[in-house]
């Protein structure tokens, strides 16, 4: 058997190499025993557990609930094809301690995953993760497990259907009647994942046309490398939106907790201006005030809008592993990373990007102004516009990631790419501060085995040398 090592959002693997049904039997074993030994009324108030639209996820879904049941936990099953925020808002809908979600989230195809929530519905801490990974059995030997029939039966298993309630959430926090009557053309692509249909269930019907594309079950994610809202997995949808003339397009990757976004021109806007935009709604438009909580690897014109507007800042490390928790201690107003995932105040303190996508709309809807008119807006706020990219290397080899991790620690640049580096920041990856306010980021992904190098600054024909800056420093060629 594989060892299973919990990352940045549980544990993810290939399909029939480390992601087996043994496997994610014993994950659920491990979660089934944390949640036993943390909380006395384990036995009440049970776990919610769901999956995505990946190979079989609604089939591992059932071996975990299957594993839970075994052990006296009762499940309130919601089965495949469910949002990531949909299923974490379950958790606090119906008083669970938890969730198990089956999803790779913007993985490659041949990946699976199992998530792991909290009863905030948020994602479990670092030493949480450690206390379930400490529990998951060396082998299946070590897993107790119920035939899902008789688990159902018994009033183990339980139906349950999260969207009615998280629909009712989603309209006591943003007027989807006015996104409804605001005559937009919006193009959603989903990416062939579990967004599909939702933004249209929600604001469809009536003078605002909802087109969704890539809607269909299909778990090899045609037109695109994995369903991460990044180019070039975003580039199919971008020219649909182009030939339909669509005023904005929407974009969630696979399992709907991340958020992309085209302007009307169906050009990509980033994700650390997609999180600049959000926290200028809250706090200009929508007239909110709270701290924003941000990872290290997302955008600075967070701490000038924290500044303009007289909120904190907290930085976290990269995941919301880290922010979840901040969100709940700072009652955050938001959260989120620059991988496109971003909480709210008032909701779970989850990513979701469905509300995110929402969000953007009642934006355009309540200033009247186009994507590209919202961006001048933002960078009048925070002293121009903020250029980012990122470089992904696989790097599967150990001798090779010790080498680069030794390179790192040592790494005392004086500049990079002719700007002085005023700070190293070492909390979780290796982060150069720039003198005019930027940053280069190098860290070791913790979901999948990549190196990847972030970078942001001011000047925009200065990101591919900070960048390769970044590969140098790290002994990647």
Same mark, same amino acid.
């Given at each position: 058997? !594989?060892?299973?090592?919990?990352?940045?959002?549980?544990?993810?693997?290939?399909? $029939? %190499?480390?992601?087996?049904?043994?496997?994610?039997?014993?994950?659920?074993?491990?979660?089934?025993? +944390?949640?036993?030994?943390?909380?006395?009324? &384990?036995?009440?108030?049970?776990?919610?557990?769901?999956?995505?639209?990946?190979?079989?996820? %609604?089939?591992?879904?059932?071996?975990?609930?299957?594993?839970?049941?075994?052990? =006296?936990?009762?499940?309130?099953?919601?089965?495949?094809?469910?949002?990531?925020?949909?299923?974490?808002? =379950?958790?606090?809908?119906?008083?669970?301690?938890?969730?198990?979600?089956?999803?790779?989230?913007?993985?490659?195809?041949?990946?699976?995953?199992?998530?792991?929530?909290?009863?905030?519905?948020?994602?479990?801490?670092? $030493?949480?993760?450690?206390?379930?990974?400490?529990?998951?059995?060396?082998?299946? &030997?070590?897993?107790?497990?119920?035939?899902?029939?008789?688990?159902?039966?018994?009033?183990?298993?339980?139906?349950?259907? #999260?969207?009615?309630?998280?629909? &009712?959430?989603?309209?006591?926090?943003?007027?989807?009647?006015?996104?409804?009557?605001? @005559?937009?053309?919006?193009?959603?692509?989903?990416?062939?994942?579990?967004? &599909?249909?939702?933004?249209?269930? *929600?604001?469809?019907?009536?003078?605002?046309?909802?087109?969704? +594309?890539?809607?269909?079950?299909?778990?090899?994610? #045609?037109?695109?490398?994995?369903?991460?809202?990044?180019?070039?997995?975003?580039?199919?949808?971008?020219?649909?939106?182009?030939?339909?003339?669509?005023?904005?397009?929407?974009?969630?990757?696979?399992?709907?907790?991340?958020?992309?976004?085209?302007?009307?021109?169906?050009?990509?806007?980033?994700?650390?201006?997609? +999180?600049? *935009?959000?926290?200028? +709604?809250?706090?200009?438009?929508?007239?909110?005030?709270?701290?924003?909580?941000?990872?290290? !690897?997302?955008? $600075?014109?967070?701490?000038?809008?924290?500044?303009?507007?007289?909120?904190?800042?907290?930085?976290?490390?990269?995941?919301?592993?880290?922010?979840?928790?901040?969100?709940?201690?700072?009652?955050?107003?938001?959260? =989120?990373?620059?991988?496109?995932?971003?909480?709210?105040?008032?909701?779970?303190?989850?990513?979701?990007?469905?509300? $995110?996508?929402?969000?953007?709309?009642?934006? /355009?809807?309540?200033?009247?102004?186009? #994507?590209?008119? *919202?961006?001048?807006?933002?960078?009048?706020?925070?002293?121009?516009?903020?250029?980012?990219?990122?470089?992904?290397?696989?790097?599967?080899?150990?001798? *090779?990631?010790?080498?680069?991790?030794?390179?790192?620690?040592?790494?005392? #640049?004086?500049?990079?790419?002719?700007?002085?580096?005023?700070?190293?920041?070492?909390?979780?990856?290796?982060?150069?501060?720039?003198?005019? @306010?930027?940053? /280069?980021?190098?860290?070791?992904?913790?979901?999948?085995?990549?190196?990847?190098?972030?970078?942001?600054?001011?000047?925009?024909?200065?990101?591919?040398?900070?960048?390769?800056? =970044?590969?140098?420093?790290?002994?990647?060629?």
């Amino acid at each position: 058997m !594989s060892d299973i090592i919990f990352g940045t959002d549980g544990w993810r693997a290939r399909m $029939a %190499e480390g992601y087996t049904f043994d496997n994610v039997r014993r994950c659920a074993q491990g979660f089934a025993d +944390y949640l036993k030994a943390t909380y006395a009324d &384990a036995a009440q108030r049970g776990a919610v557990v769901g999956g995505d639209r990946r190979f079989q996820s %609604e089939d591992f879904a059932a071996a975990a609930a299957e594993v839970l049941a075994g052990n =006296g936990i009762p499940v309130h099953f919601a089965g495949g094809g469910v949002p990531t925020p949909v299923l974490s808002f =379950g958790v606090t809908d119906v008083h669970a301690l938890g969730a198990v979600n089956i999803t790779a989230s913007h993985n490659p195809p041949a990946d699976n995953g199992f998530k792991v929530r909290d009863p905030n519905g948020g994602a479990i801490d670092p $030493a949480g993760l450690k206390a379930i990974e400490a529990r998951i059995p060396a082998t299946p &030997a070590g897993v107790q497990r119920m035939d899902f029939d008789r688990a159902r039966k018994a009033g183990l298993i339980r139906a349950y259907d #999260p969207i009615p309630h998280y629909d &009712a959430r989603i309209r006591s926090l943003v007027d989807v009647d006015r996104l409804r009557a605001a @005559g937009f053309t919006v193009l959603v692509d989903n990416m062939w994942g579990n967004g &599909a249909g939702h933004i249209s269930r *929600l604001i469809g019907g009536g003078k605002t046309r909802v087109i969704e +594309y890539h809607a269909e079950r299909n778990p090899i994610f #045609p037109e695109m490398r994995r369903p991460e809202p990044i180019p070039p997995n975003v580039d199919a949808g971008l020219a649909k939106a182009r030939e339909l003339a669509a005023d904005v397009v929407c974009i969630m990757d696979g399992d709907a907790d991340r958020c992309g976004m085209g302007d009307e021109n169906g050009a990509f806007v980033d994700q650390l201006r997609v +999180y600049a *935009l959000l926290a200028m +709604y809250l706090l200009e438009v929508r007239g909110e005030r709270g701290p924003i909580i941000k990872s290290l !690897s997302t955008t $600075a014109m967070l701490d000038k809008l924290g500044k303009r507007y007289g909120v904190p800042v907290v930085h976290t490390g990269v995941g919301f592993k880290y922010i979840a928790p901040a969100m709940v201690e700072h009652d955050g107003l938001i959260g =989120g990373e620059e991988s496109g995932g971003y909480a709210f105040r008032g909701h779970v303190p989850e990513r979701d990007g469905i509300l $995110a996508n929402l969000y953007l709309l009642d934006l /355009l809807c309540r200033t009247g102004k186009k #994507p590209t008119e *919202l961006l001048t807006m933002l960078f009048d706020m925070v002293g121009g516009p903020h250029y980012y990219d990122r470089i992904d290397t696989r790097l599967t080899d150990d001798a *090779l990631k010790q080498a680069a991790r030794a390179r790192l620690d040592r790494a005392q #640049p004086a500049e990079v790419a002719g700007l002085k580096v005023t700070g190293k920041d070492m909390t979780d990856g290796y982060k150069f501060s720039l003198e005019d @306010g930027g940053w /280069l980021l190098v860290r070791f992904s913790g979901t999948e085995p990549l190196i990847r190098v972030y970078c942001e600054t001011t000047h925009g024909d200065l990101v591919p040398a900070i960048l390769a800056d =970044g590969l140098k420093i790290a002994g990647i060629a």
